[in-house]
Nanobody
Framework: QVQLVESGGGLVQAGGSLRLSCAAS????????MGWFRQGPGKERAFVAA???????TYAASVKGRFTISRDNAKNTVFLQMNSLKPEDAAVYYC?????????????????WGQGTQVTVSS
């Protein structure tokens, strides 16, 4: 059974940094794109970043230049380095496995999801 487990969330001051990790198990991941999404209180789950097996990536405009997605295929792990955090970045962050090789910001293109990790940013 496919499992995705996020970690690394927490409380940080505005301007600070956090590094999220997503450990995948129970299935194939090395050939799938992987993505990060986030959901703030009262908001829909929104795309943050995605990465292909080969390392190509794409970002939401709101995080571009501040967040960096990466992956270690040998360890089935995906990372999200978040710098210059803002209060509006506060949310539950989810990682997800893409259905295909390609990059997508569309939630429907992801088939497995983790439970999420909370990120809180104080102003």
């Amino acid at each position: 059974q496919v499992q995705l487990v996020e970690s690394g969330g927490g409380l940080v001051q505005a301007g600070g940094s956090l590094r999220l990790s997503c450990a995948a198990s129970g299935g194939t991941f090395s050939r799938n794109a992987m993505g990060w999404f986030r959901q703030g209180p009262g908001k829909e789950r929104a795309f943050v970043a995605a990465i292909t097996w080969s390392g190509a990536s794409t970002y939401a405009a709101s995080v571009k230049g501040r967040f960096t997605i990466s992956r270690d295929n040998a360890k089935n792990t995906v990372f999200l380095q978040m710098n210059s955090l803002k209060p509006e970045d506060a949310a539950v962050y989810y990682c997800a496995r893409g259905r295909t090789l390609g990059l997508s910001a569309d939630r429907s293109q992801y088939d497995y999801w983790g439970q999420g990790t909370q990120v809180t940013v104080s102003s």
